[in-house]
């Protein structure tokens, strides 16, 4: 079973301040996604990325950066953080070339901007 | 507008009831489609695939497309309590996008 982990799990910050979530597969796949998960949207697609340096921008990037410094590590970045974005954060992986392109989630981060 | 709509909302479903979900893209370009279940307090999980028309069926769970409407379904036939979850419809829009987009989900509870 494919390996996602996500850290910090629960994170509180304060209007305007830098946080960075991260995530890391351990198992060699090409993509990972970070999704934000709220009542009533659904799962929204922020930014993936298709292999280390590369970035591709997801369907509600604004006031999100991310960055893929490995095969393994993906991080999204909120350097200037607002109420609008607390929510659930997911992070998946994929081998894209697989036989069922299936998605493997982490366990979420919980994110509170006061 | 969301490009992958989801009916209905909420289904409530006796226990070895059947339970069907609806999914349908706007979007004509779209050529694979996926479920996943979220268990409550969990994160995703993919339960069926689904790329070409037609049926495909994996235990309790069938899953239909046809593609020229752009639509699936999924059915779960005796229905137990350890069903109730969110499903969540996804597609791809086709080419090499690896991209997904999902629906805002179906939440189904199984009552005993």
């Not at chain 1, 934000?36 to 340096?53: F, M, N, P, V």
């Not at chain 1, 393994?72 to 697989?98: H, I, M, N």
């Not at chain 2, 226990?15 to 307090?41: I, K, P």
Request: glycine share 10%; with cysteine.
């Amino acid at each position: 079973e494919a390996a996602v982990t996500q850290s910090p799990r629960n994170k509180v910050t304060v209007t305007g301040g830098n946080v960075t979530l991260s995530c890391r597969q351990t198992n060699s796949h090409n993509y990972m996604y970070w999704y934000r998960q709220d009542t009533g949207h659904g799962l929204r697609l922020i930014h993936y990325s298709y292999g280390a340096g590369n970035l591709q921008i997801g369907d509600v990037p604004d006031g999100y950066k991310a960055t893929r410094t490995t095969q393994e590590d993906f991080f999204l970045l909120l350097e200037l953080a607002s109420p609008s974005q607390t929510s659930l954060y997911f992070c998946a992986s994929s081998d894209w070339g697989g036989a069922s392109y299936e998605q493997y989630f982490g366990p979420g981060t919980r994110l509170t901007v006061l | 507008q969301q490009k992958v709509q989801q009916s209905p909302e909420s289904l409530i479903v006796p226990e070895g009831g059947m339970a069907s979900l609806n999914c349908t893209s706007s979007d004509r370009n779209v050529d694979y489609f996926w479920w996943y279940r979220q268990h409550s307090g969990k994160s995703p999980k993919m339960l069926m695939s689904i790329f070409s028309n037609g049926e495909k069926e994996e235990g309790r769970f069938t899953v239909h497309l046809n593609k020229a409407s752009l639509h699936t379904s999924l059915h779960i036939r005796d229905s137990q309590p350890s069903d109730s979850a969110l499903y969540l419809c996804a597609a791809r829009t086709g080419g090499s996008n690896a991209k997904l987009t999902f629906g805002k989900g179906t939440k189904l509870s199984v009552k005993s």
